[in-house]
């Protein structure tokens, strides 16, 4: 899905959302993400993907749903630094590419951006959340809810270390969050993250939550400012009174129930089925229609090669070199 780099400033994405899905589960959740973010805004939106983890038919996928549902995408990259110690675990170093490069990974002229997890289903227009005040802060985060009694057991943050190092601020989570980058830039954000980075690192049993910790950790020099709780309501955190305000729904991990995120999402958020289903049926539209294509190609190089005319006047010649044919390819250009 090509973009003009000339684009004039009016033309450009009101809304832009950045997102990281690494394998089939989580490129269907990050489809469905998609849609409920397009469905709940007249804003032109544009997503932006980290190229390095997604799957070849994902890549494949997603310029036919740029061009069905109207919206811009781009993959983006960045080589990790060598000097910056490197994570062993996939898992990890997603983590590490959602917080650790947000200065580096998008353009210079791009005001805000937002993160959104793949497996969040969103109900309310992200305008809002671009059009924020975040009253000096570099990045808005929404702390986690403190409504559901049986979790807290697992709330860490009031306790030990964290009780200590917060003092009295809110720990907050990372499924979500808004950056201002120019602020970002401004107060070399990203410098001062990858210092603590490579501080804490260097102790195994640090930054468990990578993306989420180190943020946290850095509230007292990088401050964080604190969205409404109803911009991200999850099950394991959030009361079931407080989901009738949610703006948008995690499906974050329970380490109580331990339930599949499929059944969860099926079971709490009515609308997930009807986007998966869509999904599925485009999916399969665009997979029938790349199989017509290679079937009249061969069909077409078949009927060239029988009409060819003998160039031996002994006798005819039989092409024996055969004939390839190919899917069509959608070439996607990362412009950083």
């Not at 060598?82 to 353009?107: C, N, S």
């Amino acid at each position: 899905f090509s973009i003009n780099k000339d684009d004039s400033r009016q033309n450009k994405a009101e809304i832009n959302i950045f997102s990281v899905a690494s394998g089939h589960l989580y490129e269907r959740f990050l489809s469905i993400m998609i849609l409920s973010v397009l469905g709940h805004t007249k804003s032109r939106v544009k997503f932006w993907f980290i190229e390095n983890f997604l799957s070849p038919s994902f890549k494949n996928f997603i310029p036919h749903m740029a061009k069905e549902y109207d919206f811009e995408y781009e993959l983006v990259t960045y080589k990790w630094p060598h000097w910056l110690r490197a994570q062993k675990e996939k898992q990890r170093t997603i983590w590490g590419y959602k917080i650790l490069f947000l200065d580096v990974l998008f353009p210079l002229d791009l005001d805000k951006v937002i993160f959104v997890d793949a497996d969040q289903i969103v109900r309310a227009d992200l305008k809002e959340l671009v059009d924020m005040d975040l009253e000096g802060a570099p990045y808005g985060y929404t702390p986690f809810c403190d409504n559901r009694p049986e979790m807290d057991g697992f709330r860490f943050w009031k306790q030990g270390y964290w009780k200590d190092h917060l003092r009295g601020k809110p720990y907050h989570i990372s499924a979500l969050y808004v950056i201002d980058l120019q602020r970002f830039r401004r107060m070399a954000a990203g410098d001062q993250l990858r210092g603590q980075y490579q501080s804490l690192s260097l102790d195994p049993n640090s930054l468990a939550n990578l993306d989420q910790d180190l943020p946290n950790n850095m509230q007292h020099n990088v401050p964080i400012f604190s969205l409404p709780l109803e911009w991200l309501w999850c099950e394991t955190w959030c009361s079931d009174e407080s989901l009738v305000n949610a703006r948008t729904i995690d499906l974050c991990n329970n380490p109580l129930t331990k339930e599949p995120k499929l059944d969860r999402a099926r079971r709490q958020v009515p609308e997930w089925e009807t986007y998966d289903n869509e999904v599925t049926s485009f999916a399969s539209r665009i997979s029938q229609l790349q199989k017509n294509f290679v079937t009249e190609s061969i069909s077409i190089t078949e009927k060239s090669s029988e009409s060819q005319i003998p160039t031996e006047k002994t006798s005819q010649v039989t092409n024996s070199d055969g004939f390839s044919s190919s899917t069509p390819s959608s070439h996607l250009k990362d412009e950083l």
